[in-house]
């Protein structure tokens, strides 16, 4: 996998030194050109070739940036990724696989940027049209690095705080935009003009899912001379993966708090463990909240962290995970709250976000309000039928993040992740069952179905959520003593009331607890970026 870095305005010489900040994610291949005023910065981890590219590539006019894999069948090296890339950018022709791309036109001097479907590769765009800077780039940090000072932006902390996650393109950092799933950028840089187009969603040309997760999960780990290994857990997902996989594929797991549920050596072969507990979970904490870049109310970053750490002292460089299986084939509790006799009266607003109004009422700031309100109100008014609704809120508000954290924080380790459950249209054959993808109070019965006929042996377990024991790790403590007098200054400068934090003291969940954390050490991690 790579990382990508394309510049406008900026001199060679910040180019090379903001290339340096993206070593993890591509140490062993690294190139960069610069013309008229553009610099295009690649770094790679190679995975279908251990053959030698000169980096960025060059297709046509175009010299690209590129961070991905695709899996078409004429896709057998970089260059031919890059051309069907193109081609299907200016074709808006759906990609089978996962990529983000900085393309830089030298006859056209425009930059085109796009991102997959569903996000699995992030990228994320500044853009001063007065200064004429533009710089595209993988992560937050370079840019960083190129821009210097730069405003916070609150209604992005606010949307955190009260959805989980920032809700359009914005990040906290003003003008530092994370391009959205499946959009297309054009950058005309003679007058610093964008257009935008969407990627159409992939058709599955296998209309047995059995059969197209089983095409996925063989060119996820067959289309690379790195040896795949399986992130493991007890539920269904990473289990039915493994139906597909040779037994003796490396696994890795993670066990917290000294509790393995049932993932052990008994059990897996080839299985590797590392432990999460309330006494090292402060080290992950603060590398987890830089790797990911923003405040975050996912415990599992926490899990990820200490995964990315843990897997890249092995040298390992590929895992298969089962994201998206939740999404796609309705994993969580609020799925079972859908009937399909009473979609017309279902508030899908409230499914999401069932703390609304204790979450809002945390802000301190009246814009902040109004701009949360304002989201809510254009997120109800979306003339989609329910099901449509409910599927673009889980690729929005759950999905993005959760891919978004993997790659982010085990990129850290030099480590891609691949995820079968989104290729080969088996989004599309999710969604075609319906309200049936939850049958009789149990969750993804289509998965269920499937893993009875591959391991009948499989005991299907309740799912149980991938999230760090945060209650008994901070205990049970007012406010001022989870956080110090400076920090709660920080808190309050973020537009976050004490006063009413305060007054939840008794009633305070522990998930507001852990984003207020994170955005506590965010703040102060970058705390040096941020315009006085």
């Known amino acids: 996998m790579c990382g990508i870095l394309v510049t406008y305005g900026v001199d060679q010489e910040n180019l090379s030194i903001a290339l340096n900040k993206l070593d993890h994610r591509g140490p062993f291949n690294r190139g960069e050109v610069y013309v008229n005023k553009v610099g295009i910065g690649m770094v790679q981890l190679p995975m279908k070739s251990q053959h030698t590219d000169i980096l960025p590539i060059k297709y046509q006019s175009y010299y690209v940036s590129y961070n991905g894999e695709i899996y078409d069948e004429a896709a057998t090296n970089l260059q031919n990724e890059i051309e069907i890339a193109i081609n299907s950018i200016h074709a808006l022709k759906p990609i089978n696989g996962m990529f983000a791309i900085a393309a830089y036109d030298v006859k056209k001097n425009n930059i085109i940027l796009a991102r997959d479907e569903f996000g699995i590769k992030p990228l994320y765009y500044y853009c001063d049209k007065q200064s004429k800077i533009f710089i595209a780039c993988s992560e937050i940090h370079p840019i960083l690095q190129l821009i210097g000072q730069v405003n916070i932006n609150r209604f992005v902390i606010s949307e955190i705080i009260v959805f989980g996650t920032q809700v359009d393109e914005s990040t906290c950092f003003s003008n530092i935009n994370l391009l959205a799933p499946g959009n297309i950028l054009n950058i005309s840089l003679d007058d610093m003009q964008i257009t ?119 040298d390992s460089h590929l895992v298969v995970t089962g994201e998206g299986a939740d999404e796609m084939f309705w994993g969580y509790p609020r799925h079972l709250k859908i009937n399909s ?59 993005e993040p959760l891919l978004r954290r993997s790659d982010h924080l085990l990129m850290r380790g030099t480590i891609e992740t691949r995820v079968p459950f989104l290729h080969f249209g088996i989004p599309l054959l999710a969604k075609k069952q319906e309200v049936e993808r939850i049958a009789g109070g149990v969750n993804k019965k289509y998965l269920i179905n499937l893993m009875k006929k591959r391991n009948p042996s499989y005991a299907i377990k309740a799912k149980q959520h991938f999230r760090a024991p945060i209650e008994a790790w901070f205990g049970k403590k007012k406010i001022d003593e989870h956080f110090n007098p400076s920090q709660l200054e920080i808190i309050d400068h973020l537009g976050i009331s004490i006063d009413k934090l305060r007054s939840l003291s008794d009633n305070i969940r522990f998930d507001q607890v852990f984003v207020l954390k994170t955005a506590v050490m965010w703040y102060e991690k970058f705390e040096n970026f941020f315009s006085k």
Request: proline share 3%; charged share 20%.
């Open 196 to 314: 935008r187009n969407i990627f159409p969603e992939l058709q599955p040309t296998i209309h047995s899912f059995d059969s197209a997760l089983e095409k996925s999960v063989s060119a996820c780990v067959g289309d690379t001379f790195r040896p795949a290994s399986l992130l493991i857990s007890d539920g269904l997902d990473s289990n039915l993966l493994l139906t597909y996989l040779n037994n003796d594929i490396n696994k890795y797991n993670i066990i917290v708090n000294n509790s393995d549920l049932n993932v052990n050596s008994n059990q897996y072969s080839h299985l590797q463990q590392m432990h999460l507990n309330e006494e090292n979970y402060g080290h992950y904490f603060k590398n987890a909240v830089t790797a990911y870049g923003q405040p975050c109310r996912m415990t599992s970053i926490l899990m990820y962290q200490a995964l990315s750490e843990y897997i890249s002292q092995d």
């Open 341 to 399: 006799h009473a979609l017309d009266n279902l508030d899908v607003i409230d499914l999401f976000f069932p703390d609304f109004s204790l979450n809002i009422n945390l802000l301190n700031n009246c814009d902040q309000e109004m701009h949360i309100n304002e989201i809510r109100e254009r997120l109800s008014s979306q003339p989609k039928n329910k099901l449509d609704l409910i599927d673009s809120m889980d690729r929005k508000f759950s999905l």
